[in-house]
């Protein structure tokens, strides 16, 4: 595999993790929402520069989202996906599930006076190994507890904000492979979000800009080796940064998104280096979704 494959594929799960702990449970307020509700979509992700093997930078992810109501707030939710690289190795298929994420959400408010409520939404799920590389890294299941909190000050801007923790239980300390390194044991993370709607009307739908901007931390388990190299450390952390701009339209059951997203390693050769864009990092995505 490529580096500017392995590059986006990390950007991609640092993307997902950010932008879902930044932004509350999607659908309607409690006492709003249908009984039973599904979500589909698909999102085709690239770099923003392309180099002569384009293909070798693009990945489809394709996801279904069901979630069911149990009381006024609080709802069970299933989520799966499928993964398509466009380049694979000889003996491996393009395609490749995702974990499976299976939860409980409660949504609530806060009132903070006049027209302006405070939105908590508590979320406990647990992703479960249905991947290629859980597989292969011998995870049993993890767990993820996640906060998310969101405040319109005035009408059309949302302000989102939220922490998340997930512990990883794997088998072995150790990734499989020669030099694989130490597996990840827990993750956790902030984010912060700002969208506002710029148009919307009934009928044609509405339009609406965003930033976010969020950081994680993953520690890794510890080696039963005494020395600190590049594979092997005593519970090493390692922190990484994302931010990101999209545009998205929405009309009736149907949301059209086009993001730019960036992230990667705080610590580079030991160094605090980050870039606004880098052309190994930086991405573009397309996202279509259709709730049912």
Same mark, same amino acid.
């Given at each position: $595999?490529?580096?500017?494959? $392995?590059?986006?594929?990390?950007?991609?799960?640092l993307?997902?993790?950010?932008?879902?702990?930044?932004?509350?449970?999607?659908g309607?307020?409690?006492?709003?929402?249908?009984?039973?509700?599904?979500?589909?979509?698909?999102? &085709?992700?690239?770099?923003?520069?392309?180099?002569?093997?384009?293909?070798?930078?693009?990945?489809?992810?394709?996801s279904?989202?069901?979630?069911?109501?149990?009381?006024?707030?609080?709802?069970? #939710?299933?989520?799966?996906?499928l993964?398509?690289? &466009?380049?694979?190795?000889?003996?491996?298929?393009? &395609?490749? =599930?995702?974990?499976?994420?299976?939860?409980?959400?409660?949504?609530?408010?806060?009132?903070?006076?006049?027209?302006?409520?405070?939105?908590?939404?508590?979320?406990?799920?647990?992703?479960l190994?249905?991947?290629?590389?859980?597989?292969?890294?011998?995870?049993?299941?993890?767990?993820? @507890?996640?906060?998310g *909190?969101?405040? /319109?000050?005035?009408?059309?801007?949302?302000?989102?904000?939220?922490?998340? &923790?997930?512990?990883?239980?794997?088998?072995?300390?150790?990734?499989?492979?020669?030099?694989? %390194?130490?597996?990840?044991?827990?993750?956790?993370? *902030?984010?912060?979000?700002?969208?506002?709607?710029?148009?919307?009307?009934?009928? #044609?739908?509405?339009?609406? @800009?965003?930033?976010?901007m969020?950081?994680?931390?993953?520690?890794?388990?510890?080696?039963?080796?005494?020395?600190?190299?590049?594979?092997?450390?005593? %519970?090493?952390?390692?922190?990484?940064?994302?931010?990101?701009?999209?545009?998205?339209?929405?009309?009736?059951?149907? /949301?059209?998104?086009?993001?730019?997203?960036?992230?990667?390693?705080? =610590?580079?050769?030991? @160094?605090?280096n980050?870039?606004l @864009?880098?052309?190994?990092?930086?991405?573009? %995505?397309?996202?279509?979704?259709?709730?049912?």
């Open positions: $595999m490529k580096r500017h494959h $392995m590059t986006l594929s990390l950007l991609l799960g993307t997902a993790a950010a932008q879902a702990q930044v932004r509350p449970d999607e309607a307020e409690p006492g709003e929402a249908p009984l039973v509700q599904t979500t589909l979509s698909s999102q &085709f992700l690239m770099l923003a520069v392309v180099d002569e093997d384009p293909e070798n930078d693009q990945l489809m992810l394709y279904v989202r069901a979630r069911g109501q149990v009381f006024d707030g609080g709802s069970v #939710f299933l989520g799966a996906g993964r398509q690289a &466009f380049t694979a190795e000889p003996d491996e298929s393009g &395609f490749d =599930l995702r974990d499976t994420q299976l939860g409980f959400s409660w949504r609530t408010k806060v009132p903070l006076g006049t027209d302006l409520d405070l939105g908590l939404t508590h979320e406990a799920s647990v992703f190994p249905t991947s290629r590389s859980s597989r292969a890294q011998d995870l049993y299941l993890a767990p993820q @507890v996640k906060l *909190i969101s405040l /319109e000050p005035i009408k059309g801007l949302t302000l989102a904000t939220g922490p998340r &923790f997930r512990y990883r239980f794997h088998e072995f300390a150790e990734r499989a492979g020669t030099g694989g %390194g130490m597996n990840t044991q827990l993750d956790t993370g *902030i984010g912060l979000a700002a969208d506002y709607q710029v148009f919307e009307s009934k009928r #044609f739908g509405g339009v609406t @800009v965003g930033l976010s969020g950081s994680d931390w993953f520690r890794k388990y510890d080696s039963r080796e005494g020395y600190e190299s590049e594979f092997s450390d005593q %519970g090493v952390w390692l922190q990484q940064y994302s931010w990101g701009a999209h545009i998205g339209y929405g009309w009736k059951m149907f /949301e059209l998104d086009i993001a730019l997203d960036q992230g990667g390693p705080v =610590l580079r050769d030991g @160094v605090v980050t870039f @864009v880098q052309r190994d990092e930086t991405t573009l %995505g397309f996202t279509l979704a259709a709730t049912l």
